[in-house]
């Protein structure tokens, strides 16, 4: 006699031709074909290459960064070498002498 048993797409369970409800997991096999079936419409649309976008910066926006760099490097040096040393609070003294 043959084998007449058909497996279940899902689960793969060996079942007897014409059920419309798989045996072991319960998926109706009309609703499993039918969610098969936008998948299959979008691998057609992969197959087309997807268009190439190239985003090009302005010409200007490297040297505009470098013009902030130059700024703030001249801003921290000129605070550094003017402010004129640390505050007086803060200045060693020499020995004290007792009162």
């Given amino acids: 006699?043959?084998?007449?048993?058909?497996?279940?797409?899902k689960c793969g369970y060996a079942q007897r031709p014409g059920r419309q409800e798989c045996q072991a997991c319960?998926?109706?096999?009309?609703?499993y074909d039918q969610s098969l079936e936008p998948q299959k419409d979008k691998t057609k649309e992969k197959d087309q290459p997807?268009?190439?976008?190239?985003?090009?910066?302005a010409p200007s926006s490297g040297r505009f960064l470098q013009l902030m760099i130059a700024v703030l490097l001249t801003a921290g040096a000129?605070?550094?070498?003017?402010?004129?040393?640390p505050?007086?609070?803060?200045?060693p003294r020499g020995k004290r002498r007792p009162p």
């Fill in 1 to 9: 006699m043959e084998d007449t048993r058909f497996r279940c797409p």
């Fill in 26 to 31: 319960g998926v109706i096999f009309a609703k």
């Fill in 50 to 57: 997807a268009p190439i976008i190239v985003h090009q910066e």
């Fill in 78 to 85: 000129t605070y550094y070498f003017t402010r004129g040393g």
């Fill in 87 to 91: 505050p007086a609070g803060d200045r």
